[in-house]
Structures are given as structure tokens and as C-alpha cells.
């Protein structure tokens, strides 16, 4: 009792306090499962001593009275009943929070319009807000770049930090350009080569879009390699969809490049039983890379993933087939096993110049897979492979399998 | 005393809420932990009595590739509803669902309207969001907050800013539309009018949502139009016009949404299609009548099935019609009999087979969208396609044609030959005339493939070899089709792929209505022992009538159906 006298008055001093901010950190009376704490509100107190009626449709006068002014501010510039109509729709939906872009041009809303169903004619937009998104981070950042890039200089300037002797002229990209173009060139009379085949006619415009896109990735990859490769693009159709895009991409440079185009078939141009197609859908296996053989690579991006399109190609020309290893070098997790370009040119360029699977499978994106599988496992897996299906490899590959089991056991406990 | 009582309350709260959620966390983990041990001694166990490395395979190999379970085949049953269903359940360990709901993202939203200030008091207290407003109109949405909250929020951001921004506004119109706060609806829609020249659609469709059961009825109608100037319909917005037009008694004027709705190729949702049955009860009018028949016959050919309430309203429906005596009763079909016979009223129904016409249009299309394709080398190479055709033109017809590395593979206990062997044995007793579709690399001796069961199958049945490349189930389709009605096909595949590779909606279903006719299942196979085939279906799964009577099947609440499949349960009426 004694006790309780002393802490009741300390008690007093406390409370009023707390009541004065009117929150309580309580626990909630009924025992919810998820156990988080929870803010309450403590509302019926206050709304007590403050003002008891609060006008419940003030909101409405506040909005109509504002709204004499914008009414004249809407008076827009005339234009196609139907085509403003859509204008607004967009920026309404831009309003409730949609992905949807600030600005559309002429061309890109008949291409909205032309699209069939709500769910196509709102990715496409989406896709348009995403773009102009970057676009403006990307000003944005240039503008800072710019900035600082300024600020530095007047610093340089004043301090005068930078040694006026040197050795070498700055090295700038243009002289790293002659080098590569060098290279590239003898790649042209020399160099082993790599032929993208270009007769996918049936792409939308967007996977036109991203072909160019990788094909272009290529290039400069091929050209900053060690031992570029000699780089064919086949079947490319003199102003065909290929043709104009890539005009339209490189501009002048295209003329300039240092790459065989022709409109030729490969099989014109190589002898058959040198030539390789490679496609995801192959039954062969490639296991190692023949510095006589041709690499064929299907341009094709398709985001519709058809099966067997290239396949069906070589097997009407008749050609050998081969697929990458992925299954024998990775645990696979997700995803096709269809690559990019830009990826399948790195994995083809290093296997030139190193001859190292792992190295060159190392651009394989890593949300793939889950990591290289034991030396010993491919090992199982090679022979299971290649030899028919007997019993003895049956076990032993179901062996495998249990010890590759338990490893990922060992390994998820671990963790 | 009484003093304390709160802080004891609080004390005594926490005392038992820890414990509470470290018991509760306690069991979730010691059950988490028990069963995976349990998986992995069950597994432990069976591999040491059976076939001690197969039997490992088979278990890691169930969940790592397909997710079928290839070593004892589950009774299988291809077209009843939530059959696809049981399967999944029974093929993969559903893991527990977490739901994760981070403490953060509570808002709890206030039981009564606040002041402007008491807002922007708890507006610092939830200084984290980004966006307050739009966080609490979220969670006002999610708790069915009473509209005055709500509305007092409004006030507070109106008296702040001089405005209120659309989306807010539109939020508001969602709390209002649940409430059905009619006259608070027409009055934003007021001053959405006035304020904006058009609307999105989202704000159009609550609109209509919100308008359609009131005296404001007819003004859904124009907003209607205006939805369909900028954006397409959806078959919501329809179904709540529909919805007023009937409860303010103009059902002309619904039936005639409804044509213009299946014309624009929207399928009316199943409680739309209910509204009509409720709504035409108390009418004598022939042709009103007429009209919902018309109704049934749009489900017919749409093939679409009612669910159990609206079956309900039909079967209500029918027996309303003064002068007919309908009489409704709920049935099963009998599927062990085989027969067409409805166990109710004794009635035949439909035959499945397809007519001449449909038979020889579905026969064309699986040739050319199935076989050639937009590429003949994609499926097959032209070479073998004539090998194929010289195959199936030089040999009368099959009664039965088997696709034999489906049907092998069956179960992993039994080496495949001898499970295909087992199968060409028992369905040679049935019929005469057989055809295996194979690869070639069946034809080489291995464990799996052995040659003595190969050459005692071949003097059963006629056997025909594709390439190692190519794909068999084109061929398998064509040598039915080509054998002509009387052919009876067995696979486990659904065939799933190759219907949707049919161009038309109309060849899809009549392709999968032959399917239903002409799929014979490997039911349940243990070796040596059992061996039943489901046997197809003689009766179509089709709304149907002959005029004294009228078949409908339904979906009942429990099953869920996967599209690929046939709901089991019948409404029979029969007119006394």
C-alpha cells in the first residue's frame, strides 16, 4: 500500500500528458494472429471537444466554386471530336494514377486507336509512359552531369592540377575507333565466319524494333573482341523491314561498317557441310567449338515464343543443328533456354578465343540459373547423354540425381 | 485500486499476447519441420522395400520436371469438372500460402468524421506514406468505411488546397457506390460533369454501377455511349445497365442491350442472364416468353454452362409459366452405364457424334492448322507426311488408334513395351483393327523398348513409325479422323495444344465435342492386375431440349471447373 501511495502521484503528473496528445500505444483487445502493434486513434475524445458538426458538404461548394476558373481556361483549340476525346481519356487515367504518358503524338495515338482491346491500347500506353519516364531521368541527369562537369572545371581551371608533360596524347574514342575498325578489317579478309540469318519476315513492329536493337549490340561487341569474327548478315532484303530499320538506326555509319551484307542465302555462299545452325530446339548438343565450321544465328526475336521456327529452317535446308550445353553446365532454374543475340555472340567470341565453356557460359544472365553444376555431375550427365539409354546408365543417372538432391539438401540447410 | 486497473489490463494483455504469437510461430515451425522430415522418410522407406533406385528417381524427378506423376498412375478422369484439379493437388505439395502483410502498410482508418486539423494531425502521424490521402482512401475502400468519414476527409483536402483532385473523387465514388448513397452519387456525377469533359473508365463504369438502381436509371444509358466513344465496353457496364433497365420494369429495352452486347462478342456475365430469368417470372406474355427461350438457346451455342443459382432461376422460371406445368428435378448422369439415358425422366439426350458436315469441316481444319501448320517442317518433314498418307490409304480403316509412347509411359514401374503391350492385348479382345503411332527410336532394343514385346504387339496391331524429330500427335489426330466416326482414339494427353492451335472458336468446340465422343483414358494400370479405360462420353454436355423437355447442365458451387471440362450435374425438365 505504502508502495502504490508513492507511484499513484507520479502516476498523475504522467497521465494528463499523454491524454493531452490523445494516442495510446495499446495493445489491440482482440489477440490478432499477425501480433502487430497498432496505432489507435483515440478520435472519440477529441472530436468531443472540438467542434461537434463539421459541414459534411463544404467539399462541394469549395470544388464548384473553383471551377468558374478552369472552364475558361478550357477553352482548347479546336480539334477531331473523336481524337480529343481520347486525348482526355488519357489524361483522366493519367490523373486516377494509370500509367499513361503526358505527352502523345499524332502517330502514336492512331496506333492507340488502332489496337482491338482495352487491356493491348493500355500496355501500349504503359509502354509510352515508361519511355517518356526515361527520357526525362535521363535529361535530368544529363543536365546534372553537366553541371558538375562545369563546377569541376572551374576548379581545374583555377588550380591548374593538370601536369602539362606528357607521354601520350589523350587517347580519346576516335583513335580507339581506327583500332577496332583495323581489326575489324582484317576480320574481313581473314577472320572466321559468323552469319546472322535475316528471313523472319513475320515480326511486329516491336520485335523488328528489338532485333535491331541486339543485332546492333553485336556489332559492337564483335568489333571490340580480340579476334572479331567475320560477321554475314544473309537473306537481308534490299529495302526490306530489316533494311529500313537499320538505315534508320546507323544512319550514314551503315554504308561504313565493316560487315558482309548480302542478299544471298548462306547456302550459296558456304559449302553445306560446314554450316551450323544453332537453335534452342536442336536434339545435337555442341561440344566444342570447330574453328572450320559456319555459325549460323536466326535473327529472330519472338515474344509469341513459337517453337521450332529455326529449326524447321535447317531441317528444310538440311543443315546440321547444335544447341549450347545450358542443361549439362547449369542447375537451370527459369526462363527459355533461348538467348539473345548480344549474349550468344559473347558466348561465341570467347569460345574462340579461350575454348573455356565456363568462362564463355558466364553470360548467360545469372536470374536464369542457379549456378554451375559439379565438374563430376557433368561428367554423369556428358556420357548419360551421349550413350543409348541402358540400364546400367539409368541407375547411374538416378544416382546422380539423389547426390545432387542431397547437396542442395545440405546446402538449403546451411543457409 | 481502480486507478491501476488499466495499466494491469495492459500488463495482463501482454502476458498473454506474447506467448500467444511465440506458441503460434512455435507449432508453425515445428509443423513446417515435421513434414519435411516426414517426405523425407517416407521416401527413405518406400525406396528400401521397391525397386530401390527407380523408386528415388520417380519421387525427385515428379516435382523437378513436369509435375505429372508418371509412377502410379492416379485414377484418371479427363473431362469431369475439377478433375484438372485434383490432379494438381495430388501432383505437387502445395506449399502454405504466406501472406505477408507488413505492419507499415496498416492504415486504420477512424470510425468517425473528423475536423480538418484532427486530419492533418494524423496525417504527421503517418509521415512515412508518400501520399497519405491516397493510402487512407485505399484502406477506407478496403474496410468499407461509412461515407461520412470519408466525406470529412474530402472536406479537410477541399478546405487545404480550394480543390479536390479527380482520383480522390474517384475513390469517393467507389466508397459511395458500395454504400449505395444515390443522391451523394448523382451529385458527383454533377459535379464530374461540370468539371470535366470526359471521364475514364473506371470512373464511367462505377458511375453506372451506382446508377442503375435508382431513379436516375437513364442517365447510365448516355454514359454508356460516351464509354464507347473513347474505350470499349466491358460486359459489367452492360450487365449493370441491363440491371436497371429491368428493375425499372423496361425490359425491352434490356433485351435489347443484351442483343447489342452479344453482337459487340461480349459474353454476358451468369448473373445477368440470372436478372432475366427473375425479372420475366410474372409475366403471360408469348413474347416475352420467346425471348428467354432465345436465351437458352444463346447458351447452348456458346456452350456456356450455368452456375447453381442461376440454374436455380431457370428451373424457377419454368415452373412459373402458367398453363405448362413444368416440373424441374436434379439429376446426375450415370457414367458406368454408358447409356443416353437421363435417370430422371428416361429421356435420351443429345448423340455425340458430329454431323457429316462438321466431321469433314474439322477433318480439313485439323489437316491443315494442325499438321502443315505455317510451317511443315515445324510438326513433320513433307516426305513423311506422303509416307503417312500412302500408310493410311493403303490400310482400311482403324477402330482404334493409340498413342503409344503416351500410353507407355504410363507407369515408370513397368518397362514401357511391356505396359504398350499389356494395352494392344486388352483393347485387341474389344476391337479389330488397331493402329500404334510411334517414334522410331521405339524400334531399337533397349531396357525400355524390348524387342520380343515389340514383335508380339506387332502381329496385334498395325504399327506406324514417325521420325525421332518429328511429332506424333498430329498423326495420331489425322489417322483418327481419316478411320472416320466409328474411331476411337487413346491418349492421357488433353490435347489442349493442339485445340488451340485451331483458328476458329466454332472448330475448337466441335473439336473438343468429338473429343469428349472419341478419347478413350487409361484410367487406373497396375501391372499385371488392373487395367480400366474411362470410356467417352455417348450423350453431349450441351443445353438441349426436344420441346416437352429441356436438359441443362450446371456447374454446382463446389467443383471448380477447368475450362477443358464438363460439368456432371443435370437440371432435367419435362412438361406434365
Known sequence: MHLLNLIRPAFKLIAPKITKYGLFLTMPRKISTCGTLRMIYLNKNISKNVDENIDLDEWKLVVLSGLEKEAFEKASPEEEPNIAAIKEYIDMSRRLGKAAPENITEEQLKRLIEYPSVSSRNRYLAFLASKEMKKNAEKEKKKKQQEERDALRKTIDNEELIPKNRLFRAIWESSMDVVYNWKAAQAMSFGQPLVFDMDFNDMSEREMQNTVNQMMECEGLNRKAVEPFHLHYCNLKEDGPYHKEFLKRYGDTWDNLFVSVTEKSYVELFPRDQIVYLTADSPNVMETFDHNKIYIIGCLVDKSIRKGVSLARAKRLKLATAQLPLERYFHWKTGAKVLTLDQMIMILITLKNTGNWKEALEFVPKRKHEGFLDPSLQHFIHRQKNKKISQQNFKKKLLVEELSKKRLWNGLWEE | ?576
Open chain 2, 1 to 576: 485500486m481502480g486507478f491501476f486497473l488499466p495499466i494491469r489490463n495492459w500488463v495482463l494483455q501482454t502476458l498473454t499476447f506474447l506467448p500467444v504469437s511465440t506458441k503460434q510461430n512455435f507449432t508453425a515451425v515445428y509443423r513446417r519441420f515435421t513434414s519435411t522430415t516426414l517426405c523425407r522418410w517416407a521416401e527413405s522407406i518406400d525406396s528400401k522395400t521397391f525397386y530401390p533406385e527407380m523408386k528415388i528417381k520417380d519421387s525427385s524427378m515428379m516435382k523437378k520436371k513436369t509435375g505429372k506423376n508418371r509412377f502410379s498412375p492416379k485414377p484418371f478422369s479427363a473431362f469431369a469438372a475439377g478433375s484438372s484439379k485434383m490432379r494438381a493437388i495430388c501432383n505437387t505439395n502445395n506449399a502454405v500460402a504466406n501472406d505477408s502483410s507488413s505492419p507499415l502498410n496498416i492504415v486504420s482508418p477512424p470510425d468517425t468524421p473528423l475536423s480538418a486539423k484532427e486530419w492533418e494531425k494524423l496525417k504527421e502521424e503517418y509521415q512515412h506514406f508518400k501520399n497519405f490521402e491516397n493510402v487512407m482512401f485505399e484502406s477506407m475502400i478496403a474496410n468499407h468505411s461509412p461515407v461520412d468519414v470519408a466525406k470529412s476527409l474530402l472536406v479537410a483536402m477541399a478546405k487545404r488546397d480550394g480543390d479536390i483532385e479527380y482520383n480522390y473523387l474517384v475513390m469517393y465514388l467507389a466508397i459511395c457506390v458500395f454504400h449505395k448513397d444515390i443522391e451523394e452519387i448523382y451529385d458527383i456525377y454533377n459535379i464530374m460533369k461540370a468539371k470535366y469533359k470526359s471521364l475514364e473508365a473506371s470512373a464511367y463504369s462505377l458511375l453506372i454501377k451506382g446508377l442503375s438502381d435508382s431513379p436516375h436509371w437513364k442517365e447510365t444509358l448516355v454514359l454508356l455511349e460516351k464509354v464507347k466513344k473513347v474505350s470499349f465496353h466491358s460486359k459489367q457496364n452492360y450487365g449493370d445497365c441491363i440491371e436497371g433497365a429491368l428493375l425499372n420494369q423496361e425490359r425491352n429495352l434490356a433485351f435489347e442491350l443484351f442483343h447489342e452486347m452479344v453482337a459487340e462478342n461480349l459474353t454476358p456475365p451468369l448473373t445477368t442472364i440470372k436478372l432475366f430469368f427473375d425479372f420475366c417470372q410474372p409475366v403471360k406474355d408469348d413474347h416475352l416468353k420467346n425471348k428467354c427461350t432465345d436465351i437458352l438457346y444463346y447458351l447452348r451455342n456458346h456452350q456456356i454452362y450455368p452456375d447453381e443459382s442461376l440454374m436455380l432461376s431457370i428451373k424457377q422460371w419454368f415452373e412459373s409459366i402458367p398453363g405448362e406445368n413444368w416440373k424441374g428435378s436434379l439429376t446426375s448422369m450415370n457414367n458406368s452405364y454408358c447409356s443416353r439415358q437421363c435417370p430422371s425422366c428416361g429421356h435420351f439426350l443429345e448423340d455425340i457424334n458430329l454431323s457429316e458436315e462438321e466431321y469433314i469441316n474439322v477433318k480439313e481444319k485439323i489437316k491443315r492448322d494442325v499438321i502443315e501448320g505455317t510451317d511443315v517442317f515445324r510438326n513433320t518433314s513433307p516426305q513423311e507426311l506422303e509416307r503417312f498418307q500412302r500408310f493410311m490409304n493403303e490400310h482400311p480403316p482403324f477402330d482404334v488408334v493409340i498413342d503409344g509412347l503416351n500410353v507407355a509411359k504410363t507407369t515408370l514401374r513397368n518397362p514401357s513395351s511391356k505396359t504398350l503391350l499389356d494395352v494392344v492385348f486388352y483393347l485387341a479382345q474389344k476391337y479389330h483393327r488397331l493402329l500404334v503411332l510411334g517414334r522410331r527410336h521405339m524400334l531399337k532394343h533397349s531396357f525400355q523398348w524390348k524387342k520380343s514385346d515389340m514383335d508380339a504387339m506387332q502381329k496385334k496391331a498395325d504399327f506406324f513409325f514417325t521420325d525421332n524429330m518429328s511429332k506424333d500427335d498430329p498423326f495420331l489426330l489425322y489417322a483418327t479422323f481419316h478411320s472416320g466416326g466409328h474411331c476411337m482414339i487413346v491418349t492421357r494427353d488433353l490435347l489442349r495444344d493442339h485445340k488451340a492451335v485451331l483458328s476458329d472458336s466454332v472448330t475448337r468446340r466441335l473439336f473438343f465435342k468429338w473429343q469428349r465422343g472419341h478419347q478413350m483414358v487409361v484410367s487406373s494400370y497396375i501391372p499385371g492386375k488392373i487395367l480400366t479405360f474411362e470410356d467417352a462420353l455417348p450423350y453431349d454436355t450441351i443445353v438441349q431440349t426436344d420441346g416437352n423437355t429441356w436438359h441443362i447442365p450446371y456447374d454446382d458451387n463446389l467443383s471448380n471447373r477447368a475450362s477443358f471440362e464438363i460439368p456432371g450435374k443435370w437440371l432435367c425438365l419435362q412438361k406434365k
